[in-house]
């Protein structure tokens, strides 16, 4: 089987993908900093292994890191070893940590969001259309990295004076391209500042997931303190970055597909089908880290080693044809049905997918109703991925945001 090494520049991700899933359901990969494990690349394959009870999350299963070759500054050691959280555990430790989240993610609870959200949406617009017209606008910056900053942050009860720390610390997290001298003292500091702010929480409790959590230790759940500090900081991270991509890719999408922007705008193409194509076909998670195998497990006509390391690769699978037919590699809002598994599967779907859906749900139609003439600054294929292997994430989208509906140039 021969090894894939993923970029860590990431200069190629449609290309990286087509040869993981050339490779097969199972790929033999190498990730950056010399990690060799397999990736899952095929829609129906990670479905199973996503369920299957030889998978887990203990890192001391894995072959390598018994022998000791996954050296403490590895830049993604932070995703493969991120501390105790529902990230980390299986089986009934995972129920005790999900569920408690879930309660307050469900589909009713992320409604009620909805006002805030409207809000911070039209007040981003507001500051867009603002700024001086005729000049190129980071849309990634501008917009879409600040409005799921601030729902997850008003859900957990993180103080925006933290954001730019937040922001500083988390793009050191998710980069390859972090010195290994930095990483060690990245993890303390991110873990210090979570840290504090649970402390602030259970000093001083509000009506936010964190002080939940901290009250749901204090009454019987058995919450230790670094499961409620690592979850904190597994929400803020999943739940901004992912649905930043997500916002970023759409806009992409339609921007380079402008007979289907065309009929969305138009109210031909529902914007729910845009945000679940955009999930499909250009995902926000390229590849979901890492998982283990406690004894060897057919794949395919592969074979999962015992011990072995195990990633998702979401960006491959999500353009099978096997599962999405001859057109899985292009872009197709009206696409029915479009079971895709871009949130993951069977108990380990993000329990903020229905918040995601939402944010996007909000922003995207408000973004071109306030911007119709909205258009890209920079041609298609000069947009640049971030050195981030596991998160589809774009340096920056330029646009020209055009004459803001109801002005007159």
Known sequence: MTRIALDPFVRDLDGENAALRAAGPLAEVELPGGVHVYAVTRHAEARALLTDSRVVKDINVWNAWQRGEIPMDWPLIGLANPGRS?????????????????????????????????????????????????????????????????VISELMGVDAADHPRLKELFEKFFSTQTPPEEVPQMMADLGTLF?????????????????????????????????????????????????????????????????QRKKVLDGEIAWDGVIEETLRWNTPTSHVLIRFATEDIEVGDKVLPKGEGLIVSFGALGRDEEQYGPTAGEFDATRTPNRHIAFGHGPHVCPGAALSRLEAGIALPALYEKFPELELAVPASELRNKPIVTQNDLHELPVELGCPFGHTS
Do not use: C, W
């Open 86 to 150: 529902m990230l980390t555990v299986d089986g009934a430790d995972h129920r005790r940590l999900r569920t408690l989240v879930a309660q307050a993610l469900t589909v009713k609870r992320v409604e009620r969001l909805r006002a805030g959200i409207e809000a911070l949406t039209n007040a981003s617009l507001e500051r867009l259309a603002a700024l001086p017209a005729g000049q190129p606008v980071d849309l990634k910056a501008e917009f879409a990295y600040p409005l799921p900053m601030n």
């Open 195 to 259: 840290t504090k702010i649970v402390d602030s929480k259970r000093a001083n409790p509000g009506d936010d997931l964190t002080s939940a959590l901290i009250a749901a230790s204090e009454n019987g759940d058995h919450l230790s303190d670094e499961e409620i500090v690592n979850t904190l900081q597994l929400i803020i991270a999943a739940g901004h970055e992912t649905t930043i991509s997500l916002i970023v890719n759409a806009v992409e999408a339609l921007q380079t597909h402008p007979e």
